[in-house]
């Protein structure tokens, strides 16, 4: 069981701060996405405790978690965001973002992407390939403007971590490639709508061992070396995301304290403002789906299914990932089954866990799936006709609908028949 600040029993009662889990699904309906305020302002606060000693710069990777009322929690911070599309610029933009906090990544950019990055006037967009830097360049003579930008290396490293989120390496799409790079520096000085203000990397998400961090590190810093060598004026060194949260209590993730304890003596002689772009840490143990029960059935060989009303469209991280997810009764039982907690879609990947020991829950009552504040409600879908679910914010004894769930009309809204 996770144990959480946020997310803790009373009375064999499972509650988000200061509110019953049960509260919620009555006047919200399910499935619902439930976050703690709290816990979002907890993580940012512990990431820059972490990194206090090193200039710096913490952009959310809005990718993670796109909700507006997220985003603005962050940004009241002081927190800017990192965008990979016109889409996630145009909600950084609605949430109150300022363009200046703004980077803009990603290995597609599109024309109409540019020209809306570069009029809104985000901080920098981060180039990964020769013929996207020209394409900036163009775009930007076209507005009259100097675009900023980073590079985004691909450093060669690959992390481990699940094969889908490794995206440092030689066989991945992401970043210009190292032998590359002096020709890319060559082109530089032929673009005269580029500065070039930044060194970029990622090297995946949910890395555990702090020496990827570190092989990476060395590259970046190379390359930084070298650009200064070559007379340019790299203000801004970007590490990317990829810090890791626990999802499973056996396998409890890094603390962040062990990545700044290699990055902070490697990057403060630099001189520049290190830039991050952690996702993933900052939301993940923040929300949970709430799901209820509909139905139990077992198999002639005696395996037992709670069919759930979430699946894979509101959750797919199991499915895509094979990603575990705590799984918890919102009423505690003192008995327990071993049970597989599936969805209710026509796909046998639909699945939330797999031969689990949970309380003997009943028709009707609530599941908890836990860590589901990063990659989960972002990716959600209306596959199978389903509905995207609603979305609340709690803070305290305070409850706020930030998402309000689908309608059927929805459903069809830009269909034309
Ligand atoms: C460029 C970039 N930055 C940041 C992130 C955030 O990663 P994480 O959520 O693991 O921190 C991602 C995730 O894929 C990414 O592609």
Redesign the pocket.
């Known amino acids: 069981m996770l144990d959480s600040n946020y997310f803790y029993y009373t009375d064999k009662r499972l509650n988000c701060d200061e509110v019953r889990l049960e509260e919620l699904a009555s006047t919200f309906g399910t499935p619902l996405y439930v976050t703690s305020s709290k816990s979002l302002v907890d993580s940012y606060n512990a990431f820059e405790h972490a990194f206090r000693a090193l200039p710096h710069f913490t952009c959310y ?1 809005v ?2 978690n796109f909700n507006l009322s997220v985003i603005r929690a962050f940004a009241e911070l002081g927190c800017g965001c ?1 965008v ?1 599309s016109g889409g996630e610029l145009y909600r950084a933009l609605q949430a109150g973002v300022a363009p200046d906090k703004i980077i803009f ?1 990603g290995v597609g950019k599109k024309h109409e992407e540019i020209m809306y990055s570069l009029k809104c006037g985000v901080f920098m967009l981060k180039a990964e390939s020769i013929s996207e830097l020209r394409s900036i360049d163009r775009i930007a003579g076209e507005l009259g403007k100097i675009a900023s930008v980073a590079l985004r290396i691909n450093p060669n490293v690959t992390a481990e971590t699940h094969p889908y ?1 490794t ?1 440092g390496g030689s066989k991945e799409k992401f970043g210009i490639d190292e032998a590359e790079i002096p020709e890319v520096f060559a082109l530089l000085g032929q673009l005269p709508n580029l500065r070039l203000i930044g060194l970029d990397m ?1 090297i995946g ?2 890395i555990f061992d702090p020496e990827y961090y570190v092989a990476a590190t060395v590259k970046l810093l190379a390359l930084f070396n070298l650009s200064k060598t070559l007379g340019f004026a790299v203000e801004f060194l970007d590490i ?4 890791p949260v626990t999802y499973d209590p056996l396998k409890p993730a890094t603390l962040i304290e062990r990545f700044a304890e290699k990055l902070v003596p490697m990057l403060q002689p630099a001189g520049v403002t290190v830039i991050f ?5 900052l939301v993940a143990n923040a929300s949970v789906l709430l799901t209820k029960i509909l139905y139990k059935k077992r198999n002639h060989a005696g395996k037992e299914f709670l069919v759930v009303d979430a699946g894979m469209t509101e959750l797919i991280r199991p499915a895509l990932y094979q990603s575990h997810h705590e799984v918890q009764a919102v009423s505690r039982h003192d008995k327990t089954v071993v049970a597989d907690v599936v969805g209710p879609i026509c796909e046998s990947s639909d699945f939330f866990a797999r031969h689990r020991e949970i309380d003997a829950v009943e028709e009707g009552e609530l599941l908890a799936v836990m860590s589901c504040g ?1 990659y989960a409600s972002v990716m959600s879908s209306n596959y199978n006709g389903r509905l995207r679910p609603a979305e609340v914010m709690v803070n305290g004894s305070e409850v706020k609908l930030v998402r309000k769930r689908e309608s059927y009309e929805q459903l069809i809204l830009n269909e034309l028949l």
């Open positions: 990777s990718k993670a990192d990979n990544a989120i995206t990622h998400s949910q990317g995301g990829g810090f772009e952690p996702g993933r840490y990063a």
